[in-house]
């Protein structure tokens, strides 16, 4: 089956940093560029970054440029987002999808993960 496993997330104060991971398995993961999303409490899920499928292209959502990179290996099934300079406002569950296609079109996405805690906070 197909599954995506956030980790990484946690507490950490403003300025901090915290690089999340996403393992999938279960579909052939370079036929997918993946996506990261997250929710803060009492919002909408908003698109962060996404990665294509050999990790030559990227994409960020403005609040994050900067701040944030997604990459990913391959041989390991993994994308990582490091997360640098960590503000309150960036307190989310941070999720990873799949898509065939690419970009941050919440609805391009066929399957998540569960999702992980990241809170900004001092």
């Known amino acids: 089956q197909v599954q995506l496993v956030e980790s990484g997330g946690g507490l950490v104060q403003p300025g901090g940093s915290l690089r999340l991971s996403c393992v999938a398995s279960?579909?052939?993961?370079?036929?997918?560029?993946i996506g990261w999303f997250r929710q803060a409490p009492g919002k909408e899920r908003e698109g962060v970054s996404c990665?294509?499928?050999?990790?030559?292209?990227?994409t960020y959502a403005v609040p994050v440029k900067g701040r944030f990179t997604i990459s990913r290996d391959n041989a390991k099934n993994t994308v990582y987002l490091q997360m640098n300079n960590l503000k309150p406002e960036d307190t989310a569950i941070y999720y990873c999808?799949?898509?065939?296609?690419?970009?941050?079109?919440?609805?391009?996405?066929?399957?998540w993960g569960q999702g992980t805690q990241v809170t900004v906070s001092s």
């Open positions: 279960g579909f052939d993961f370079d036929y997918y560029a």
């Open positions: 990665i294509s499928i050999n990790g030559r292209s990227t």
């Open positions: 999808a799949r898509t065939a296609g690419w970009g941050l079109v919440e609805s391009w996405y066929d399957h």
